[in-house]
């Protein structure tokens, strides 16, 4: 990152006033009959009201909009375990693009936690406040642990965002970017830079898309996973391949992918260079990718490109997943963020990107047009169309699939944040 970009980053946190959200007040507070509504003593009937039937939080309070964002700080984007308060401008972040984009309000929520168990109850003892759980930056393994207890625990969805939000964005770009390359993902094999949550639930979610896991060579800080270690844990060993590869070096030669959900700079242009025809390159980690994409590019030209930031094109991020899955998640009140949930939010997201985009989105990232193509693979965040497409297709999923417990919306698709109810 420029010096520039570094003291304006510090600089946007900090002023005019410290942070990125605030609350608002959403009912008229302005006389003494406003108070005696908001509060004592009209505040006494919604109480009674829901201890007679909890399900009138959801008409009496904010619950039904409420999504925490949770995390124990041991996995922050690419930096590592720096702790639960260092985490805190993440969590904010993705409560910003919540909002942003989906109209969700968020609480997030740094939990300073000994243990995985300390952590599971600390979440389940709160879960009722809120609508959803958006778990983030739980560093694996962990994190499969936490995720699988709390859902059990749980009355509203918990989806850990740096496993599924991701999986399911990358899914998209991916199928679409092998299409671009002429590429069967069925035939393509992968080296996956990384063996985390992002990793394992990325390479998951591409075996159910059709990719063969005999394929995969999956890498952690030890070099490949293969058959004849004896250090796996039992996510890690889902992966291993028979295979006598070892190195990113005897794995990188030939492959058609490198997905890199990892950490900064570890994949070199000589490396770049040994790849199949044609290659896919999802450089993902943040904030620094595994290869820049000026170094890639200036590498060999036949390739498509993307990252996780915001400032190239292709962005594989889950912020094109989590604010829309959850808003049709919470407007079909889902018990579960399920398996056909996130299929129909890949399939959504990546035939977005094959329609033609309207002006004001090209404006707003200061170009004359954009078009399905190795620039263009999946939708860009401020497409408002994302809206309309991704909660509607994952809230009918709910609905088919049986865990909502509201009909499909009335008032959808929404076509702008002006729709949402
Ligand atoms: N673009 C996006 O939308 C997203 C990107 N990410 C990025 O993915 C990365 C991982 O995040 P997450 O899965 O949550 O974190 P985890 O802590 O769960 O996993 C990190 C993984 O990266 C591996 N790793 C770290 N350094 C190296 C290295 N030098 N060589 C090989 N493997 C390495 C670790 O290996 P080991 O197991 O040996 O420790 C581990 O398997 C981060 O950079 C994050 O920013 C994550 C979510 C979303
Ligand atoms: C984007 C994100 O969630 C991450 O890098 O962890
Ligand atoms: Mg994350």
């Known amino acids: 990152m420029s010096q520039d970009l570094k003291e304006a980053a510090l600089e946007y946190h900090a002023k005019p006033r410290p942070g990125k959200l605030s609350v608002e007040i959403t009912k008229p507070t302005q006389t003494s009959r406003d108070l005696s509504l908001a509060y004592s003593p009209g505040v006494a009937e919604p109480v009674r009201e829901i201890a007679k039937d909890p399900e009138n939080a959801y008409k009496y309070t904010g619950k039904g909009n409420l999504v925490a964002v949770i995390t124990d700080g041991t996995a922050i984007l690419g930096l590592g375990n720096l702790g639960p308060l260092a985490s805190k401008p993440v969590m904010e972040g993705k409560g910003v693009l919540f909002k942003r984009f989906a109209g969700i309000d968020v609480f997030d929520i740094e939990v300073n936690s000994e243990s995985p168990q300390a952590f599971i109850e600390t979440v389940e003892r709160i879960a009722d406040t809120f609508g959803g759980i958006n778990l983030e930056d739980i560093k694996a393994p962990e994190c499969f642990e936490i995720e699988r207890a709390l859902i059990e625990k749980c009355n509203v969805p918990v989806f850990h965002d740096d496993q599924h939000g991701t999986a399911i964005v990358t899914a998209a770009g991916m199928i679409n970017a092998l299409e671009l390359q002429g590429k069967k993902i069925e035939d393509a094999t992968v080296v996956c830079l990384g063996a985390g949550a992002a990793a394992i639930a990325c390479m998951k979610l591409l075996i159910s898309c059709g990719m063969r896991s005999e394929n995969i060579f999956m890498l952690d800080r030890k070099g490949v996973i293969h058959s004849g270690r004896d250090d796996l844990n039992q996510y890690k060993a889902m992966f291993a391949n028979d295979t006598d590869k070892r190195t990113l070096d005897d794995a990188i030669d030939g492959a058609d992918v490198f997905v890199g959900l990892s950490g900064p700079d570890l994949l070199s242009a000589d490396q770049l260079k040994k790849m199949a025809p044609n290659p896919v ?141």
């Open 281 to 421: 390159v999802f450089a993902c980690s943040n904030p620094d990718p595994e290869i820049s994409p000026a170094v890639a590019l200036a590498a060999r030209d036949d390739l498509i490109m993307a990252t996780g930031r915001s400032d190239y094109p292709n962005q594989v991020n889950n912020v094109l997943g989590f604010p829309f899955i959850f808003r049709g998640a919470l407007d079909v009140r889902a018990t579960a963020i399920n398996e056909e949930m996130k299929v129909a939010a890949v399939n959504a997201i990546r035939e977005l990107a094959k329609e033609p985009v309207p002006q004001e989105i090209c404006a707003a990232y200061n170009v004359d047009s954009l078009e399905f193509g190795k620039e263009y693979i999946i939708p860009k965040p401020m497409d408002v169309r994302l809206l309309d497409v991704v909660p509607a297709a994952v809230a009918r999923a709910a609905v088919d699939s049986g865990v909502a417990r509201l009909p499909y919306p009335a008032h959808y698709p929404l076509k702008s944040m002006d729709d949402i109810i």
